[in-house]
Each structure stands twice: as C-alpha cells, then as structure tokens.
C-alpha cells in the first residue's frame, strides 16, 4: 500500500459514482428519485442559504441529476453525497441530512465554512459505510454517537479542529478497517481495542494531534498495513508487538513522540517500504534485517539513542547519514568507521 490521502481515492470514486448516476439517468428521463430524499436534499440546501453550489438542486430538475448526489437507479434511492471544494459554503452541517436514510456514502471536503459539531443527526444514517469530513472548520469532540453506525468501515476526519478523547465507542463497529483523525486537537490515550475487530487489513492515523500514553499493547494483534501515529505525545517502553515476520505491515511512522524501546531484538514485517521512528528515544541496535527488506524505500531512525554497526548489503546503499545522525553511537558505511 503506498502512502496516499484517503480523500484522493473517494474523490475519485465520487467522480466515478457520479458519471455512473448520470448515464443511468440519462435512459429515463422521468424522476425516479424519491420524494423523501428530494425533501430532505431541498432542506439541506435551504439550511446552507441556498448557495449557488447547489444551482442544479431545483425541484423541477430530477435528483439523479442534481450535482454531488449519488443516485441508485433501481430503487430511487440517494445512497451517496459528495460536497467538495468550495471555499464559499458555509454553515453547519444540516440536521436535514438525517433525512438520507439510504446514505452509504457521505464526503464533505475542503470546505473551511464548514464550521461547528459533528452533528447527532449523522448517527441516523444507518447505512453508511464510508464518512469523510475533512479540512473543514468543524470542532468539538469526535462524537461517540459514531458508534452506532454499524455498517461503517471508514472514517475518515483529518484536517479539522476536533479536540478531547477519540471515543471507545469505535472499537465495537464490526466492519471498520480504516481510520484517519490526522490534523487535529485531540488529546487522552488511544483506545486500546481500536480497530480490534477489522476485517480486513487496517489503516490507521492519527499523526500531528497531543495524544498521550503508551501505544496500545492490543495493537499487536491488529493487522495493519499501515500505522502513522507520528508527532503526538506517546511514552511507553515497548512498541516492539507492532513488528514481527507474516505480519502485513507496509507503512509505519512513529516519529516525534517520545517513546523509548529496544530495537535490537525486533523482527521486522518482510513488506514494510516505509519505516519512520525518528525522533524517539529508542535504544538498542538496528536488525541486521534491514539490509534484507527488498520493498524497503524509506528508513530514518535519527535522533534516537542508538548503537553498533550499521547494516551493510542489499538495500542500505541507498540510504545516507541523514536516516541515522543524531544518535548515541551507530558508526560505519554512511557514518564514521566503528573503532
């Protein structure tokens, strides 16, 4: 899995979706949208101020057509909403949307007008299985009333102004594999059964907030593929359960938090490509491993308390003084020769 935003691929679902909507409306042109959804849309709208955004969203135009609605043909359902990229809405987000019963999908992004809580209302949208708010101005808590949505597998919140705890409440959701809550305030420890019954592989970051405490022990039997819990405050002297062989980890950031483990004696994922735990006060000696990883693109273990030879052979040519300086004592090939 290489390292990319989660909005970049709904974005290009959301196109694909769309065009879809649109040539199966395109067959008929009587309005087969249903009239709940039509009124819940319109009170969206209106509780926006109207904004020219929504110019297509007119009740004598049919609402498959209606710009960023997603729209299931063989039922007449709205099942999707994506808002994006206009620097003019502002507001909150409508209480109206609970109104979208059928909603799968539901993206508001880089809208910064956007402002105020998460509201209840998104707890109604039983059917959703992906949530995307980002780079917005919303701010308060990470509702624990997301619990309730059963059917999610992604949530998707960075870029925003969410402060408190993330809420335990999202351990219990059966389905979700994907978590981003990069961006923001938040602060407390992380809920230690996160992403405990995913699926499928999991994703999960949580990079540049203030949360504290140690790296969750439970984590060691979660299969992620990708972890970034970089530039937070975390302790703790043992992070070495996210590693292991046969695990699917791909990508790891664990850098500028202050967390102190032995790195000796870890075993390191065969697929790991991307390694950052700089920053640290990990201590110890870098795994001879290393050199073997054939995926490995990106390793930085600077600014920690390390020491030893560094490994030599296979990929570690590609590698410079940057991805170790600051260090107790690591010495040779690209550092000063061990004495």
């Not at 990883?293 to 308390?305: A, D």
Request: proline share 7%; net charge neutral; hydrophobic share 40%.
């Amino acid at each position: 899995m290489r390292k990319y935003s989660l909005v970049v691929v709904l974005l290009a679902a959301a196109a694909a979706s769309a065009s879809a909507s649109a040539a199966a409306a395109s067959s008929s042109k009587a309005d087969r949208c249903h009239s709940d959804d039509k009124r819940a849309l319109l009170a969206i709208k209106a509780a926006l101020g109207n904004p020219y955004h929504f110019a297509s969203w007119t009740p004598d135009n049919p609402c498959c057509d209606w710009y960023d609605v997603d729209f299931d043909a063989t039922n007449g359902r709205v099942v999707g909403l994506s808002i994006f990229q206009d620097a003019n809405l502002t507001g909150t987000i409508p209480d109206a949307i609970a109104g979208l019963v059928h909603l799968r999908n539901l993206m508001l992004h880089h809208l910064p007008g956007i402002s105020g809580p998460i509201p209840p209302a998104i707890a109604t949208l039983s059917n959703l299985s992906t949530l995307t708010i980002s780079y917005t101005g919303v701010s308060g808590p990470v509702p624990s009333f997301l619990g309730k949505l059963t059917a999610l597998t992604l949530l998707d919140l960075p870029f925003n102004s969410l402060t408190g705890a993330i809420p335990p409440s999202l351990a219990a959701l059966p389905y979700l594999s994907g978590i981003d809550l990069s961006r923001n305030r938040l602060t407390g420890a992380i809920p230690p059964l996160l992403l405990s019954r995913s699926p499928d592989q999991a994703y999960l970051v949580l990079s540049h907030n203030n949360l504290s405490g140690a790296i969750p022990a439970e984590f060691a039997a979660v299969n992620f593929a990708h972890l970034d819990l970089s530039r937070n405050a975390l302790t703790g002297g043992d992070a070495s359960g996210l590693f292991g062989r046969g695990k699917e980890l791909q990508y790891l950031d664990l850098s500028r938090n202050a967390l102190s483990f032995n790195l000796s004696g870890v075993e390191l994922p065969e697929q790991l490509y991307f390694v950052d735990v700089s920053h640290n006060a990990i201590y110890g000696g870098i795994p001879a491993q290393v050199a073997n990883l054939t995926n490995l693109h990106f390793f930085n273990v600077s600014y920690n308390r390390l020491c030893g030879g560094v490994p030599t052979g296979g990929n570690m040519a590609r590698l410079d003084a940057y991805n170790y300086q600051h260090n107790k004592c690591l010495c040779g090939t690209p550092l000063p020769t061990c004495k």
